[in-house]
């Protein structure tokens, strides 16, 4: 069952009989969305339970009930109670790969390639371009950003960690973001920051306590598995291991990128069976033994399905391990910031990948391979999985109070009946509410609520305004010869037409 155990006269709306079994649960942090359609989590079963005219009791942080029917007791004054009738409650969206820091870019990258990316946008781009302000403000703007779409929880492979300042920046703002965070430290080779100065930076962060009584957590993040330096390998999973960080995130993608960290890398390595989660984002071209090992460890891959699309890294085998899927966003200054887009793009990839399995022996396909409830699920619960926490992305008792209040009766939802379906496939981030991060709100009735914001929205615009003044007097990298990375050759792509006569129709930047 997904209700709470305190007592079964809370299933018949008696809610007083719960605040007498637990002899006081409610305090002045103490919230109740009432009347709402809860997307719920049945733990026993694993599935998505639907429960139309219900309720969320949130007490510190956590979920304390899910029931069903309007409450009609008597409650301390302190009990904030939000009327959510007419509307959907569901978990908060886990994103499992994000680069925060790189929202002042926002615009100047709409028809980029991943090779272009490499040399033009990335972390081995910046050349001390973004001062510690910059990523402080970029980064937090950003946080600020998927909050208001939904996004509650997320996995950043923080590659700003170019000197103790940049670094130090991009962790202040992820702390004083209030998301859900599992930052993870970079060690990378670049410029001016040397890999010893940067294991020595991750040490005083590590043991300095700023992690404490917050919501972001220390994870890892690096790309010098395979290829890279065995020494420094060797050194990043000791420190994984000394302070058992909360999670391990490498950039796979294999074949002709060059960019492997594979699964089988991992386990040959040592760090793939243990209890730390990893995080293989993209995993591009996964063999099968490398879907093998994901499963036999239980770790996951972040399919970031508008990126894959957007840079032409592809994802031609990630329909097959979606057992070990969870989704994120990337590079959220080229495109969507929110994860219900992913899961409503993946989706409907997922489905053609599939429906051409039948298509190509000239058969008209009889059923929808993959269902709007498995693409929620992969949206919210296998984050959470993927990250080892199971009291993440459901509602149910004991989860983390982390919830999205979708508006029901908006335009675009107006005349709803299943509620995932409605969510899914016909809403979008303007239809959000409200949003609670460990039980506080951080969007309420559709703004959101940190009196700084508007402070922080116009120390953004002057970042934005600086970085972007830079990078577009920036010439763009010649892609001739080979790809550096693999020495594979670079290519000439088709360009789509959409004139009729002369012309493509492909247009230019608006910058």
Same mark, same amino acid.
């Not at 304390?64 to 904030?80: K, Q």
């Not at 395979?226 to 391990?248: H, M």
């Given at each position: 069952m997904i209700f709470s155990a305190l007592t079964s006269l809370v299933l018949t709306g008696i809610f007083t009989s719960t605040v007498g079994a637990r002899g006081g649960a409610f305090n002045s942090t103490s919230k109740l969305l009432t009347g709402g359609t809860v997307i719920a989590f049945d733990a026993e079963a694993e599935s998505i339970q639907v429960i139309r005219n219900g309720s969320v009791l949130i007490v510190d942080g956590s979920i $304390?009930?899910?029931? =069903? !029917?309007?409450?009609? &007791? @008597? %409650?301390? #004054?302190?009990?904030?109670?939000?009327n959510t009738t007419g509307d959907i409650i569901t978990p908060g969206f886990i994103d499992t790969h994000r680069h925060s820091w790189q929202t002042a870019y926002k615009t100047i990258a709409s028809n980029t390639t991943l090779a272009e990316y490499f040399d033009r946008y990335g972390e081995f781009a910046v050349n001390g371009e973004y001062s510690?302000?910059?990523?402080?403000?970029?980064?937090?703007?950003?946080?600020?950003?998927?909050?208001?779409?939904?996004?509650?929880?997320?996995?950043?492979?923080?590659?700003?960690?170019?000197?103790?300042e940049t670094t130090d920046a991009g962790l202040a703002a992820t702390i004083d973001s209030g998301a859900r965070m599992f930052w993870c430290y970079t060690f990378h080779n670049v410029t001016n920051f040397t890999f010893a100065e940067q294991v020595n930076?991750?040490? $005083?962060?590590?043991? =300095? !306590?700023?992690?404490? &009584? @917050? %919501?972001? #957590?220390?994870?890892?993040?690096?790309?010098?598995?395979?290829?890279?330096?065995?020494?420094?390998?060797?050194?990043?999973?000791?420190?994984?291991?000394?302070?058992?960080?909360?999670?391990?995130t490498t950039h796979s993608l294999q074949g002709i990128w060059g960019a492997i960290n594979s699964p089988e890398d991992l386990n040959a390595l040592g760090i793939l069976n243990t209890t730390i989660p990893v995080v293989f984002s993209h995993a591009s071209f996964l063999t099968g033994e490398g879907a093998s090992l994901l499963r036999s460890t239980n770790q996951y891959i972040s399919i970031t399905p508008e990126s894959e699309m957007h840079y032409g890294h592809d994802h031609p085998r990630s329909h097959l391990i979606q057992d070990q899927t969870a989704l994120g966003v990337d590079t959220h200054f080229t495109y969507s910031t929110d994860i219900l887009t992913q899961a409503r793009l993946w989706l409907q990839s997922a489905r053609v990948a599939f429906y051409r399995w039948v298509l190509q022996n000239w058969n008209i396909p009889a059923n929808s391979p993959m269902s709007v409830d498995q693409a929620f699920l992969l949206a919210t619960r296998k984050g959470g999985l993927a990250l080892r926490r199971p009291d993440l992305g459901i509602i149910a008792p004991g989860a983390k109070a982390d919830v999205v209040v979708w508006d029901g009766n908006t335009p675009g939802m107006l005349g709803w009946d299943d509620p995932v379906a409605a969510i899914i496939l016909h809403a979008n981030v303007g239809d959000i509410k409200h949003v609670l991060v460990d039980g506080d709100f951080k969007k309420r009735d559709g703004k959101i609520v940190s009196s700084t914001y508007p402070a922080v929205r116009d120390r953004f615009l002057a970042t934005a305004r600086k970085i972007q003044a830079i990078w577009k007097a920036k010439p763009y990298p010649v892609l001739e010869g080979d790809f550096p990375e693999s020495g594979f050759a670079y290519g000439r792509v088709p360009l789509a037409d959409t004139q009729r006569g002369e012309g493509n129709g492909y247009g230019e930047q608006f910058l």
């Open positions: $304390e009930a899910v029931y =069903s !029917g309007h409450y009609n &007791g @008597t %409650v301390p #004054s302190s009990l904030d109670i939000v510690a302000e910059d990523v402080y403000i970029s980064q937090l703007a950003g946080l600020y950003e998927a909050m208001n779409a939904g996004v509650t929880t997320i996995l950043d492979h923080a590659h700003h960690t170019w000197s103790n930076n991750f040490e $005083e962060i590590a043991s =300095s !306590g700023r992690f404490d &009584g @917050t %919501v972001t #957590s220390l994870g890892i993040a690096y790309d010098g598995f395979n290829p890279g330096s065995p020494a420094q390998t060797e050194r990043v999973i000791e420190l994984a291991r000394k302070y058992n960080v909360s999670a391990i």
